[in-house]
């Protein structure tokens, strides 16, 4: 069975800077999907990024990009220059190949302030 | 741009009654999940839908549960006889294609908070 990890309950940045959420997680899959959706307070979560585990490359978004390391099963999510429409909470989450349910972790409730 | 709806927001309920949790998926969306997230815990995978049949369940989705897509854009999730322990935020998602068909990004709503009083 798979399992994803966040170690950061909480954590808070001020507007502009850069913070980085962390993530492991357990897996016997070569293949597979590893995501990190974003939920606004009272909004539903949206996929911020994605990387698939069989590209090197890291996945970048604009100002969200993503440190992979397969072999460390470590997938870390950098946010630069932080806005205030950043603060919510981050999940997580892993899916193996074939659009099978997704795996989260408890999540990261990050709170950007000005 | 199109969005997953859940009605009620929030859904007050005894135990040992029966509740209905209700989603309209996008509605040229094939593929319906229901998660649940028990108040600090991790968001669980319940039900995945398909092709009006369950295509893969978890072993929280018991006998008390079950889904029902009842026309062409409602998807509901039931649970009979609710218990204490079913107290949390209910999401459903939805995503363009099934199993086997490639990536296809999953939608979520914005959840149903169950209350089992």
């Known amino acids: 069975a798979q399992t994803v990890t966040q170690s950061q309950p909480e954590m808070s940045v001020q507007e502009a800077e850069t913070v980085t959420l962390s993530c492991t997680y357990d897996?016997?899959?070569?293949?597979?999907?590893l995501f990190w959706y974003k939920q606004p307070p009272s909004r539903q979560m949206i996929l911020v990024i994605r990387?698939?585990?069989?590209?090197?490359q890291n996945a970048t978004e604009n100002r969200f990009s993503v440190n992979f390391q397969k072999a460390a099963k470590s997938f870390s999510l950098k946010i630069s220059d932080s806005q205030l429409g950043d603060t919510a909470m981050y999940f997580c989450?892993?899916?193996?190949?074939?659009?099978?349910?997704?795996?989260f972790g408890k999540g990261t409730r990050l709170s950007v302030i000005a | 741009e199109p969005e997953v709806t859940q009605t009620p927001s929030h859904q007050v309920t005894q135990m040992g009654q029966e509740v209905i949790l209700r989603c309209v998926p996008i509605?040229?969306?094939?593929?319906f999940y229901w998660y649940r997230q028990i108040l600090g815990q991790k968001v669980e995978f319940l039900v995945s839908?398909?092709?009006?049949?369950?295509?893969?369940k978890s072993e929280i989705f018991d006998d008390q549960f079950s889904v029902e897509r009842p026309d062409g854009s409602n998807f509901t999730l039931k649970i009979r006889s609710t218990k204490l322990e079913d107290s949390a935020m209910y999401f459903c998602?939805?995503?363009?294609?099934?199993?086997?068909?490639?990536?296809?990004?999953?939608?979520f709503g914005p959840g149903t908070r169950l209350t089992v009083l």
């Open positions: 839908f398909y092709n009006n049949e369950i295509s893969e």
């Open positions: 897996t016997s899959e070569n293949n597979y999907y």
């Open positions: 990387q698939e585990a069989y590209k090197q």
């Open positions: 998602a939805s995503s363009l294609g099934g199993p086997g068909q490639g990536f296809n990004e999953q939608f």
């Open positions: 509605s040229n969306h094939l593929y």
């Open positions: 989450a892993f899916m193996k190949l074939g659009n099978t349910p997704l795996v």
